[in-house]
């Protein structure tokens, strides 16, 4: 996909940037949007044991991903009120 180092130079910018970088910015809000639902409901707990961390991601990602399907399915076009920080 990003194997040519590119550079858009269509844009009226100044600077000049690779493609993977206005890849990745145009894609970067899902991964925001991702962070700000886990950073607020979070069932992770401190542990210093890489096992138990990554289980703690995949209920909080298994989470998030229900929510999104509940909220795709149900057609309530917003479902909870989350408090952003």
């Known amino acids: ?15 000049k940037k ?11 809000g899902a991964v925001d ?8 409901y979070s069932c992770g707990r401190k542990s210093n044991r890489w096992p138990m961390r990554l ?4 209920i909080d990602t298994a989470g998030v991903n229900a929510y999104v399907m509940f909220g795709m399915t149900s057609g309530v076009e917003e479902l909870f009120r989350f ?3």
């Open 1 to 15: 996909m990003h194997d040519k180092p590119e550079v858009n130079v269509h844009m009226d910018s100044v600077a």
């Open 18 to 28: 690779p493609f993977a970088i206005l890849d990745y910015n145009a894609t970067k």
């Open 33 to 40: 949007a991702f962070d700000e639902l886990v950073g607020n």
């Open 55 to 58: 289980f703690y991601f995949m």
């Open 83 to 85: 408090e952003t920080s």
